[in-house]
T-cell receptor
């Protein structure tokens, strides 16, 4: 079992709809959680970071964290074709801040016209 | 805004050759991380440095070594290259907080 789990998809949503991406992690002591977007052959691009339980909104993106359930999600509102990419959930499992990120395998999102 | 710089962007080597990848972090970022991403896979952590000292180590082969220099740039040295080393190699940097920003990557092809 991977330490960070994501549904590989593809997740297909029509343009203008809400895309919901989910991630679970195994280390209950994890403190930092990130969502990255990666286009094919390109580098991961940071979308959101979240550290506390609850919701965090940034433009069309909302990250949700539930540490009790070891669950992180990303909502993309008003999905655009340019949002079509692989979304990587990443968890910093410590022990320190200069520690590695453990990635999920990513969810491929397709936004259809 | 300045980003992480990696060089070269593409590299082709023969088996058993050596390769050196370079990473220049975002200014005032003191921590550098190296990741390897094979085709269709998620990035795998190799090694990290904080203030020029190794801070964390992942699944880095013994054939690989890395260091961070006084100007905070880092180099990943890879020897006795194997076909399986063909991958994208990303460098990321972070400031005092733990948010990591990735460079454009080096695509290494081993023939």
């Amino acid at each position: 079992q991977k330490e960070v789990e994501q549904n590989s998809g593809p997740l297909s949503v029509p343009e203008g709809a809400i895309a919901s991406l989910n991630c679970t992690y195994s280390d209950r002591g994890s403190q930092s959680f990130f969502w990255y977007r990666q286009y094919s052959g390109k580098s991961p691009e940071l979308i959101m970071s979240i550290y506390s339980n609850g919701d965090k909104e940034d433009g069309r993106f909302t990250a949700q964290l539930n540490k009790a359930s070891q669950y992180v999600s990303l909502l993309i509102r008003d999905s655009q074709p340019s949002d079509s990419a692989t979304y990587l959930c990443a968890v910093n499992m410590g022990p320190g801040t200069a520690s590695k990120l453990t990635f999920g395998t990513g969810t491929r999102l397709q936004v259809t016209l | 805004a300045a980003g992480v710089i990696q060089s070269p962007r593409h590299l082709i080597k023969e088996k058993r050759e050596t390769a050196t990848l370079k990473c220049y972090p975002i200014p005032r970022h003191d921590t550098v991380y190296w990741y390897q991403q094979g085709p269709g896979q998620d990035p795998q952590f190799l090694i990290s440095f904080y203030e020029k000292m190794q801070s964390d180590k992942g699944s880095i082969p013994d054939r690989f070594s890395a260091q961070q220099f006084s100007d905070y740039h880092s180099e990943l040295n890879m020897s006795s290259l194997e076909l399986g080393d063909s991958a994208l190699y990303f460098c990321a940097s972070s400031p005092f907080t733990d948010t990591q920003y990735f460079g454009p990557g080096t695509r290494l092809t081993v023939l």
